[in-house]
Antibody, heavy 119, light 109 residues
Framework: QVQLWESGPGLVESSGTLSLTCAIS?????????WSWVRQSPGKGLEWIGE???????KYNPSLRGRVTISLDKSRNQFSLELTSLSAADTAVYYC????????????WGQGTLVTVSS | QTVVTQEPSLTVSPGGTVTLTCTSN?????????PNWFQQKPGHSPRALIF???NKHSWTPARFSGSLLRGKAALTLSGVLPEDEAHYYC?????????FGGGTKLTVL
């Protein structure tokens, strides 16, 4: 059974940088699967942020490109999200997600972590 | 800008059948968009239901089915139960990015 846990500060300052980590059990970042971040602003829908492959190829939401970086930590079996130049619009629950290779779906989600951007 | 559109809200009676749709402003949705469907209940993470337009995960109840219908991705619930009341989101692939639809709030009443 695959489990994902997000961790990071719940409160960050406007214009600052958000850094979140997703710890993985039951799979490896070295496997063939991809690893993704999705967020949800309070009361709103889901927004795909980006994803990373085991070879560290990345894809990002065009609306966030330039502010977002997703990376792997193979020694710790985790992956991370960094989002810069924060504004109130970045306040959201952030989810880490396992994406199965060959478009086999997004079956495993973390519990989500709320990040509030303070002004 | 790529926009994926879903019905904002739908209502269905218990035991009834309802179809939720997912459209793209770029044209007809095909298997190339690898449609995924998710269910989300308040306070919970999304739960994956369908991938590749029609494929169910091992935990997806039989009453849920995915299809491509007249240029749209569709999620049909047959024999709806009260516990199916939730938000449903579709997700489409555009070559180098995924885009979620705005979600459908399904009310069972």
């Amino acid at each position: 059974q695959v489990q994902l846990w997000e961790s990071g500060p719940g409160l960050v300052e406007s214009s600052g940088t958000l850094s979140l980590t997703c710890a993985i059990s039951g799979d490896s970042v070295r496997s063939r699967n991809w690893w993704s971040w999705v967020r949800q602003s309070p009361g709103k829908g889901l927004e795909w942020i980006g994803e990373i492959s085991p070879t560290e190829e990345t894809k990002y939401n065009p609306s966030l490109r330039g502010r977002v970086t997703i990376s792997l930590d193979k020694s710790r079996n985790q992956f991370s999200l960094e989002l810069t130049s924060l504004s109130a619009a970045d306040t959201a629950v952030y989810y880490c997600v396992r994406v199965l290779i060959d478009f086999q779906g997004f079956p495993d989600w973390g519990q989500g972590t709320l990040v509030t951007v303070s002004s | 800008q790529t926009v994926v559109t879903q019905e904002p809200s739908l209502t269905v009676s218990p035991g009834g059948t309802v179809t939720l749709t997912c459209t793209s402003n770029t044209g007809a949705v095909t298997n190339a968009y690898s449609p995924n469907w998710f269910q989300q209940k308040p306070g919970h993470s999304p739960r994956a239901l369908i991938f590749g337009a029609t494929n169910k995960h091992s935990w997806t109840p039989a009453r849920f089915s995915g299809s491509l219908l007249r240029g749209k991705a569709a999620l049909t619930l047959s024999g709806v139960l009260p516990e199916d009341e939730a938000h449903y989101y579709c997700l489409l692939y555009y070559g180098d990015a995924w885009v979620f639809g705005g979600g459908t709030k399904l009310t069972v009443l």
